[in-house]
């Protein structure tokens, strides 16, 4: 069965518990991260990176630095999205490579006039493409029958070290994907639209 977008929302609930005996299908997988690729980046620089954790001890390892959450080693996928801070000066080029040498031309000059010498302006935007990635991939799960939970309870540092990951880059999230073994929490509540819809200003 398969949910629309408004269901999938609703639906949607952060799972603590996962059948750890359950295998996702690869196909499940790859259509679920490349549907999520197609989500926007500024100036298209695609900045998400998304680390597929399968190798079960490095699982473990994760784990034991993530305040032993067993969505960690339960859930069906482990998913560690980064951002690539640096994406806007590699051979930017490639993100135009579609529109003509006029466009592809202005563009890549704005690239390096917009992010060159900003690296709080180069941080902010790979939070947000990996913000926009990960909702995706939570809502996509969802509407294909499978349980999301997005994690921030961990060690960064440490889960860097783990996965190698480059200088230049930087662990935003987990996404812990897979079938849940119990009910997640019911929704704790949601605020007014009045408290959190604001129209024009504040004040």
């Known amino acids: 069965m398969t949910l629309d977008v408004a269901s999938a929302i609703l639906a949607r609930r952060a799972t603590k518990v996962f059948d750890a005996e359950h295998r996702m299908p690869e196909e499940d997988l790859e259509t679920i991260l490349g549907l999520a690729r197609r989500m926007p980046t500024a100036f298209n620089i695609q900045n998400w990176r998304f680390v597929v954790v399968k190798d079960t001890e490095l699982r473990r390892e ?3 630095v993530a305040w032993d ?9 482990l998913l560690i999205l980064c951002a ?3 994406a806007w000066e590699k051979s930017p080029a490639r993100y135009w490579e579609n529109a003509g040498p006029e466009t592809q031309e202005i563009m890549v000059g704005a690239i390096d006039q917009y992010y060159r010498g900003r690296e709080q302006v180069q941080r902010d935007e790979g939070m947000r493409s990996c913000g926009m990635a990960a909702g995706a991939i939570m809502l996509l799960a969802e509407s ?3 349980a999301t939970c997005p994690m921030d309870g ?3 540092e440490a889960v860097g070290k783990l996965i190698h990951l480059p200088e230049d880059h930087e662990i935003v999230m987990f996404v812990a994907l897979g079938k849940p073994a119990k009910d997640p929490y019911p929704t704790g509540g949601i605020l007014p639209a009045s408290e959190i819809i604001i129209r024009n200003t504040f004040s």
């Open 62 to 64: 994760i784990r034991k």
């Open 84 to 86: 690539d801070i640096r």
């Open 69 to 77: 959450q067993p969505q960690v080693t339960d859930a069906s996928a």
């Open 144 to 146: 294909m029958g499978y």
């Open 154 to 156: 961990f060690d960064f």
